[in-house]
T-cell receptor, first 115, second 113 residues
């Protein structure tokens, strides 16, 4: 059974810092990995999707990497801003068997960027 | 940019009552999903749906739950007889293809009293 873990559970940084959020998964047989942002009481906004054949994806100040064999992904946020404050979730889509887009989520990292 | 929409945003119901949560997926998407998030816990997969059939469901999705696409635009989740432990945020999602990016709606907060 796939298990997804995110470290740290919470992170507080001053504005302007570069930071790294970590995600690990127990079963390396995945189709893809998605990073989401969740604001309090709101839905999930997809940030980046990395296919299993890819090593990284970039969008603006965000860069996500994937090391499928070791079961790890990182989300790098450059020059953090107070508007980046949110919970960041990673989710994996398992390959094989009869998986039909079922995402398995981590518990999230709560990020606070203070001015 | 097209969005997934969900109604209502908040639903309060009494234990044992039936509820229907509604979603309008993005119009050209073919795959539809329901997830839930109990307060303070992980987001959990409930069910995936394609071509008017359930593709996959989790162990949470028991006989009390059902999904339907009654017309070309709506996708609904019905809980037949709600329990206190069904209180959660319910998210609908859709994707163009299986294993492509999933787009989530804003959620319906269900409170069972």
């Amino acid at each position: 059974k796939q298990e997804v873990t995110q470290i740290p559970a919470a992170l507080s940084v001053p504005e302007g810092e570069n930071l790294v959020l970590n995600c690990s998964f127990t079963d390396s047989a995945i189709y893809n990995l998605q990073w989401f942002r969740q604001d309090p009481g709101k839905g999930l906004t997809s940030l980046l999707l990395i296919q299993s054949s890819q090593r990284e994806q970039t969008s603006g100040r965000l860069n996500a990497s994937l090391d499928k064999s070791s079961g790890r992904s990182t989300l790098y946020i450059a020059a953090s801003q107070p508007g980046d404050s949110a919970t960041y979730l990673c989710a994996v889509d398992n390959a094989g068997g009869t998986s039909y887009g079922k995402l398995t989520f981590g518990q999230g990292t709560i990020l606070t960027v203070h001015p | 940019e097209p969005e997934v929409t969900q109604t209502p945003s908040h639903q309060v119901t009494q234990m044992g009552q039936e509820v229907i949560l509604r979603c309008v997926p993005i119009s050209n998407h073919l795959y539809f999903y329901w997830y839930r998030q109990i307060l303070g816990q992980k987001v959990e997969f409930l069910v995936s749906f394609y071509n008017n059939e359930i593709s996959e469901k989790s162990e949470i999705f028991d006989d009390q739950f059902s999904v339907e696409r009654p017309d070309g635009s709506n996708f609904t989740l019905k809980i037949r007889s709600t329990k206190l432990e069904d209180s959660a945020m319910y998210f609908c999602a859709s994707s163009v293809f299986i294993q492509s990016k999933q787009y989530f709606g804003p959620g319906t907060r269900l409170t069972v009293t």
